[in-house]
């Protein structure tokens, strides 16, 4: 059994986003997420420590930019992001997801 690392429960919900690094722009999921961060299944290849820039679209069909630290990763399936820097609307738009 895995220890619980995360601080804050986790919503279950899909969610389309677009996230870039330096190799290039990707289309993806996210499958959970809350205040800390989220899981985007992606077959894009991350390493564990990267910092990405990543949209979400909310359900109103709006974009909105966030970024992230890779935490963790599984090749081929997803990776685990906390976000980093969150501005006070973020942190609202976060709330109104969850």
Same mark, same amino acid.
């Given at each position: 059994?895995?220890?619980? %690392?995360? !601080?804050? @429960?986790?919503?279950?919900?899909?969610?389309?986003?677009?996230?870039?690094?330096?190799?290039?722009?990707?289309?993806? +999921?996210?499958?959970?997420?809350?205040?800390?961060?989220?899981?985007?299944?992606?077959?894009?290849?991350?390493?564990?420590?990267?910092?990405? !820039?990543?949209?979400?679209?909310? @359900?109103? /069909?709006?974009? =909105? @930019?966030? %970024?992230? $630290? =890779? =935490?963790?990763?599984? @090749?081929? *399936?997803?990776? /685990? =992001? +906390?976000?980093?820097? *969150?501005? $006070?609307?973020?942190?609202?738009?976060?709330?109104?997801?969850?």
């Amino acid at each position: 059994m895995t220890e619980e %690392r995360r !601080r804050h @429960p986790r919503a279950s919900l899909m969610l389309e986003i677009r996230w870039e690094d330096l190799s290039g722009r990707y289309n993806a +999921r996210i499958t959970d997420i809350s205040i800390d961060g989220c899981y985007i299944e992606s077959i894009g290849q991350v390493t564990v420590g990267q910092q990405i !820039r990543f949209e979400i679209q909310l @359900p109103t /069909g709006s974009w =909105v @930019p966030f %970024r992230g $630290e =890779v =935490v963790n990763r599984q @090749p081929n *399936l997803g990776f /685990g =992001v +906390r976000f980093i820097d *969150l501005t $006070e609307q973020e942190k609202k738009v976060l709330a109104q997801i969850l």
